[in-house]
């Protein structure tokens, strides 16, 4: 059974830092590109961050490019989120995701979420201002 589990999430104040963590088991890692998607009351789910399976190409939407960061530790099976700087709109239920995917590149935005073969139960980030 393929199990996505993200922790690390909780209430920060603007301009704060968290890091997002998402352990993967189930699977065999190197051949899954991971992302990250955030959905906020109201409002529909978005692609924040990707990495690639095999070189580590990275990703970021606009809005968190220069404060949030994604990396992977194939030896650990897990896919971290470093997010500084972070804002009131910021604020969500953060998933990741794997897609399949042998290719050097990732997608999250585009319809990209719908490619994504595995999800996990989110966790809550909040940043209070």
């Known amino acids: 059974e393929v199990q996505l589990v993200e922790s690390g999430g909780g209430l920060v104040q603007d301009g704060g830092s968290l890091r997002l963590s998402c352990a993967a088991s189930?699977?065999?890692?190197?051949?899954?590109?991971i992302g990250w998607f955030r959905q906020a009351p109201g409002k529909a789910r978005e692609g924040v961050s990707c990495i690639s399976s095999r070189d580590g190409s990275t990703y970021h939407v606009d809005s968190v490019k220069g404060r949030f960061t994604i990396s992977r530790d194939n030896a650990k099976n897990t896919v971290y989120l470093q997010m500084n700087d972070l804002k009131p709109e910021d604020t969500a239920v953060y998933y990741c995701?794997?897609?399949?995917?042998?290719?050097?590149?990732?997608?999250?935005?585009?319809?990209?979420?719908?490619?994504?073969?595995?999800w996990g139960q989110g966790t809550q980030v909040t940043v209070s201002s």
């Open positions: 189930g699977l065999i890692f190197d051949d899954y590109a």
């Open positions: 995701a794997a897609d399949y995917n042998l290719q050097d590149y990732c997608k999250v935005v585009d319809g990209a979420a719908w490619g994504y073969d595995y």
